[in-house]
């Protein structure tokens, strides 16, 4: 599309007590020069009008497959949508979208439109709560994230049907952030000339030739860190303790195992990056004498502990002018004041630019998990996100890096 025309969004409007709210969506979204065209579900048209839309956005909403204008032009319409669009949103989207879109059902224009097309898809899904919580839907969510779907998660609280729990549309705001931040990276390669140095896993420290002090670290948050920054331009160094994953397409992957190992790797690609993101689960300890042979199980065993280097600290002492150093802090606080007093203390401590901090005793988010939620911090600013894909939440934090590397130039 020529960048002097007005960025096209398609909204997919399914059948659901929310597609009240999708009114508006499409006033907030127009409020930032968005060019919205709409797309109705035949259930959606028992919540609201088509006029109500077409009056709104200026543009013919599409409610079925076999309109008669479309004969008339001999277009295929729902080709000639998926060409033209540049992000597809649909919200609210019904458990029942989510199930076509996962199985790749083609019954109407909209689930058409969402195989037709390769531009980005947002969904922003609408229901009960036990429809929410079923394990079909649950399914279909994770096979949608595999897929690359962006999925705003709903709010929690009273729904239509008289229930209380997750299953409300997201707010309107965060909807529209997310379709904004998503177009940014459409538009630019916002991280284009950047040297982006991450690290991933969890180190291992050896007891003896068959043992090691580990954690639960699956390395999932930082190749998708690394996967989110390359496809925004940068040139990726991922150094990686073992993870059972695929290097990002287009970065360069060192292996590690140990912390010590980590801090040389580092060390050694430190004076190329303009970024570093210390993503990995290092070992704070290792036993200060390793086995040279396998020990045998003859009772209690005593083993002395010492400290593994410091990254994070030896990063920003030796870090040329300009570089961001941005910390994790995995937590398991007993509540959120305290995991944001923890990671406040750590971003002082380690001299970093930003600290992402997360709760890994959350079920289900965090370590060995697709999933993650996390406040970004920094020495005048919080951001919270919500639970999302390890991918998503990647490009979440990148908006913000991108942010600070704004107000700090190399």
Avoid at 24 to 39: F, I, K, N, P, W
Avoid at 57 to 83: F, P, R
Avoid at 339 to 355: Q, V
Wanted: charged share 20%; aromatic share 4%; with cysteine.
């Amino acid at each position: 599309m020529p960048s002097s025309l007005p960025f096209k969004v398609t909204l997919g409007v399914t059948g659901g007590i929310a597609a009240y709210k999708s009114a508006e969506l499409v006033r907030a979204l127009q409020q930032h020069s968005l060019d919205v065209h709409v797309v109705m579900t035949r259930a959606a048209e028992e919540f609201v009008r088509p006029l109500t839309f077409a009056t709104l956005t200026g543009h013919k909403v599409i409610t079925s497959m076999w309109q008669t204008d479309a004969y008339e032009s001999g277009s295929i319409e729902h080709i000639s949508e998926a060409e033209s669009t540049g992000l597809l949103l649909v919200a609210p989207a019904t458990a029942h979208t989510l199930a076509k879109f996962a199985h790749g059902l083609a019954d109407d224009f909209l689930s058409t439109l969402y195989l037709a097309t390769t531009a980005p898809v947002i969904v922003a899904p609408a229901m009960n709560v036990n429809m929410w919580n079923h394990a079909a839907t649950q399914a279909n969510l994770a096979t949608l994230l595999q897929r690359g779907v962006e999925i705003i998660e709903p709010g929690s609280g009273y729904l239509a049907c008289g229930m209380i729990g997750s299953g409300r549309l997201a707010e309107i705001d965060a909807i529209v952030h997310a379709v904004l931040a998503r177009i940014q990276r459409v538009n630019e390669n916002d991280l284009a000339g950047e040297t982006v140095l991450i690290t991933a896993g969890g180190t291992r420290e050896p007891i003896d030739p068959v043992r090691f002090i580990g954690n639960r670290s699956s390395g999932r948050m930082g190749y998708a860190l690394a996967e989110a920054a390359r496809a925004r331009g940068a040139k990726v160094i991922l150094i990686s303790a073992p993870a059972a994953l695929a290097t990002p397409a287009g970065c360069a992957r060192i292996d590690v195992t140990t912390a010590s190992q980590m801090h040389t790797a580092v060390l050694a690609h430190l004076p190329q990056a303009t970024m570093v993101i210390k993503a990995a689960a290092v070992s704070d300890f290792r036993p200060a004498a390793a086995a040279a042979q396998k020990l045998k199980r003859s009772g209690p065993l005593t083993l002395t502990l010492e400290p593994t280097e410091d990254i994070a600290q030896s990063v920003a002492a030796r870090r040329n002018p300009g570089t961001l150093l941005i910390a994790f802090a995995a937590e398991t606080a007993i509540d959120t004041q305290e995991l944001i007093r923890n990671a406040r203390e750590k971003l002082e401590r380690k001299g970093a630019d930003a600290i992402i901090a997360n709760d890994v005793s959350q079920p289900g988010l965090g370590f060995d998990s697709e999933q993650n939620a996390a406040t970004f911090i920094t020495a005048t600013r919080e951001v919270t996100f919500p639970a999302q894909s390890k991918l998503s939440l990647a490009h979440r934090i990148l908006d913000e890096v991108a942010q600070l590397r704004a107000a700090t130039p190399i």
